[in-house]
Nanobody, 117 residues
């Protein structure tokens, strides 16, 4: 049974930083592309960043240069380091995966990130 458990969100001021974590289970983590998504109120869920099995990372335009995705295959964990946060980064952040069998798994609860002064 696939599980994705996100953590690390919170309330920070503009310009601050947060590090999100996602612990995965139920599939072969080392063989999966891992992704971070976010969903702001009233908006569709959007892809923020992804990292493949050889640590090549891609980012959405609005977060390029501010966010860094990384993974630790020994811990089945993917991270999202978020720096220089802006109010428009406020959203619930989710992780998910893609492998040769599935394009995505079941969504976890996500972790709330709120950027406000």
């Amino acid at each position: 049974q696939v599980q994705l458990v996100e953590s690390g969100g919170g309330l920070v001021q503009p310009g601050g930083s947060l590090r999100l974590s996602c612990v995965a289970s139920g599939f072969v983590f080392g063989s999966a592309v891992m992704k971070w998504y976010r969903q702001a109120p009233g908006m569709e869920r959007e892809l923020v960043a992804s990292i493949n099995v050889v640590d090549d990372a891609t980012y959405a335009g609005p977060v390029t240069g501010r966010f860094t995705i990384s993974r630790d295959d020994s811990k089945n964990t993917v991270y999202l380091q978020m720096n220089h946060l802006k109010p428009e980064d406020t959203a619930v952040y989710y992780c998910n995966y893609q492998n040769s069998i599935k394009n995505w798994g079941p969504w976890g609860r996500g972790t709330q990130v709120t950027i406000s002064s």
